[in-house]
């Protein structure tokens, strides 16, 4: 016979097992859901009731029913603008092709519209930019790092250079940027704007360091049981690359990519305003010279996408990280 005793006490552990896991459960839905919806609320509500009691020079400073009216307004903005874009290509389009039903040699000439670009359109083209200086960053970043890592001498050559330039502001590094694009990037039909390839190369200049220095950090400290292997199986310098360093210093890689990438967002904004470049920085300096109404609850719409680009670009890393890492530990927080 089975013994009630037994049985009572295996009841007891699933029980306490189950509740245990409902617990985690909750807790972990506490942590990623409610505490954070709490959060946002608290701040909305704080923002709301400090808003009504600020009078600035264009009127009472916007709270979050001004601003979600105006997000509404410049994507109706943004919608009307496409479709006069359409229309304006559908009208080019008809156009050719009844000349060249009239005259087979005609060539077609397609005109590029040059409607003012919309919120939505400057986002795209922000995003562009700092996609642009990042990369260039970090392709030229990744190699000086394994460089100064692998080799103490190249460190020490390169740190009084990294040390001087590392807290450059990007404001002071814009005008000495301008002034060099303008003598060296000369061309009848250029590629890219004179504005676009300064901002980008701002960025790339502010991005530089943070992953300079933490691919250093991360080749330097690899395990020297991994090097030894190395040395036994003598392994040639880029197959030593490629095979022991790179896999073991990706996580600190990856801390200098975010790193880099948060601050070239954040720099952009500032290049953006002061180079005329469009993007999301035009757009908050032209809206705060604009002076309307609607100005101010504008500006805070750009400054919210600002920052949920931010957050999201940061998440996109992590998650890149996530995937090609081999460090599977690192938690979206």
């Known amino acids: 016979m089975i013994d009630s005793t037994n049985t009572s006490n295996v009841s007891s552990i699933f029980s306490n097992v189950k509740s245990k896991f409902s617990g985690e459960k909750m807790n972990k839905l506490a942590m990623s859901f409610i505490l954070p919806a709490l959060g946002l609320a608290f701040f909305v509500l704080l923002w709301s009731l400090v808003a009504k009691n600020i009078d600035t020079s264009l009127g009472q400073f916007p709270g979050p029913s001004q601003v979600a009216s105006q997000a509404s307004a410049l994507w ?79 460190y020490a050559a390169l740190n009084p250079i990294i040390q001087i330039f590392k807290p450059v502001s990007p404001l002071a590094w814009l005008p000495l940027v301008t002034m060099v694009v303008s003598a060296v990037y000369v061309s009848d039909d250029p590629l890219f704007s004179k504005s676009f390839v300064t901002s980008a190369f701002t960025v790339a ?106 957050f999201l670009l940061d998440r996109l890393m992590l998650l890149l990280q996530q995937k090609v890492s081999w460090d599977k530990s690192v938690e979206l927080r």
Request: net charge positive; with cysteine; aromatic share 8%.
């Open 76 to 154: 109706q903005e943004h919608k009307a603008e496409s479709e006069k874009a359409e229309a304006f290509y559908k009208r080019q389009e008809d156009r050719n092709a009844k000349r060249l039903a009239q005259d087979p040699s005609y060539e077609p000439k397609v005109r590029v519209y040059t409607g003012a670009p919309t919120f939505f359109a400057q986002i795209w083209t922000s995003l562009y930019t700092v996609s642009v200086g990042f990369v260039l960053a970090s392709i030229i970043a990744v190699p000086l790092g394994i460089a100064c890592g692998l080799s103490k001498s190249v």
């Open 205 to 310: 200049l502010c991005c530089l360091w943070p992953t300079l220095i933490n691919t250093a950090v991360g080749v330097s400290s690899i395990d020297k049981d991994l090097i030894n292997v190395s040395k036994v199986l003598r392994l040639k310098p880029l197959a030593h690359v490629i095979t022991i360093v790179l896999p073991s210093s990706i996580p600190m890689i990856f801390t200098g990519l975010r790193l880099s990438l948060g601050i070239g967002w954040m720099v952009l904004i500032a290049a953006e305003m002061l180079a005329q470049n469009p993007g999301l920085g035009k757009f908050v300096w032209d809206e705060f010279q604009n002076g309307s109404s609607n100005s101010l609850a504008r500006i805070m719409v750009a400054v919210i996408t600002i920052g949920i680009i931010g």
